[in-house]
């Protein structure tokens, strides 16, 4: 069974950074994708990025493009989304997923992961 846990969030002001860490556990294959989601309140959940496990193919909402940027240390378990020139809207709760199939269709579709983390919470104030 895949555990997922989240850490690195919190608050910041408009403009600022955040790096988000999902560890990952208790797999014998590394899942396929890994990715961020996040939700709102009042809202629904959003892919924001994800990432091929075993080559560098990686998904960006367009909402976080050129601003978010996802990477991973295979030596640590760790996946990252590294956060600048954080916005207002960006403020959610973000969620690791990750998918143990090696077909995915829609990356950031949420409907399409096996394993979700708790969350950490994200609040950009303007």
């Known amino acids: 069974q895949v555990q997922l846990v989240e850490s690195g969030g919190g608050s910041v002001q408009a403009g600022g950074s955040l790096r988000l860490s999902c560890a990952a556990s208790?797999?014998?294959?590394?899942?396929?994708?890994m990715g961020w989601f996040r939700q709102a309140p009042g809202k629904e959940r959003e892919g924001v990025a994800i990432?091929?496990?075993?080559?560098?193919?990686?998904y960006y909402a367009d909402s976080v493009e050129g601003r978010f940027t996802i990477s991973q240390d295979n030596s640590k378990n760790t996946l990252y989304l590294q956060m600048n020139s954080l916005k207002a809207e960006d403020t959610a709760m973000y969620y690791c997923?990750?998918?143990?199939?090696?077909?995915?269709?829609?990356?950031?579709?949420?409907?399409?992961?096996?394993?979700w983390g708790q969350g950490t919470q994200v609040t950009v104030s303007s």
């Open positions: 990432k091929h496990t075993g080559d560098t193919r990686t």
């Open positions: 208790g797999y014998t294959y590394r899942p396929y994708y």
């Open positions: 997923a990750a998918r143990s199939s090696p077909w995915l269709n829609r990356p950031l579709s949420g409907a399409d992961y096996d394993y």
